[in-house]
C-alpha cells in the first residue's frame, strides 16, 4: 500500500521560513515526479511546486523565488524550503507522487500538513 508521510508544517510569523518533507513508502515501480500543492480555505487545491525524477522543475508564480523543491531519489522524499512565507501562504499543503508501473501512471497524494503564517 501506497502511504506518503509529510511533515514540517505549522505555525511561523510572516517573513519566516518553513521546510516541509514527504516520504513515499509502499510501492512498487518508480517515482516520476513528486510535488506539493495548497488549499486554502474557500479556494481550489492549486500546484505549488513539482520536481520530476531527472531533477526539473516548476514553479507557480506567486512562489517563484521563495520557495524550493529538491528531492533525494534514494530516500524516496521529496522537500519544500518555504522562505519569506506571506500570509497568503496559509494552506494545506499536500504532497503529491506520480508512480509509474508498467504502463500506467497514478497519482497519490499525502494527508496534508496545515501551514499558518501570522502578519
Do not use: H
Not at 530516500?75 to 494552506?91: I, R, W
Not at 500506467?104 to 503564517?117: E, F, H, K, M, S
Amino acid at each position: 500500500q501506497v502511504q506518503l508521510v509529510e511533515s514540517g508544517g505549522g505555525l511561523v510569523q510572516a517573513g519566516g521560513s518553513l521546510r516541509l518533507s514527504c516520504t513515499a513508502s509502499g510501492f512498487r515501480g518508480s517515482i516520476n515526479a513528486m510535488g506539493w500543492y495548497r488549499q486554502a480555505p474557500g479556494k481550489q487545491r492549486e500546484l505549488v511546486a513539482t520536481i520530476r525524477s531527472g531533477g526539473s522543475t516548476n514553479y507557480a508564480d506567486s512562489v517563484k523565488g521563495r520557495f524550493t523543491i529538491s528531492r533525494d531519489n534514494a530516500k524516496n522524499t521529496v522537500y519544500l524550503q518555504m522562505n519569506s512565507l506571506k500570509p497568503e501562504d496559509t494552506a494545506v499543503y499536500y504532497c503529491n507522487t506520480k508512480l509509474v508501473s508498467g504502463f500506467a501512471v497514478n497519482d497519490y497524494w499525502g494527508q496534508g500538513t496545515q501551514v499558518t503564517v501570522s502578519s
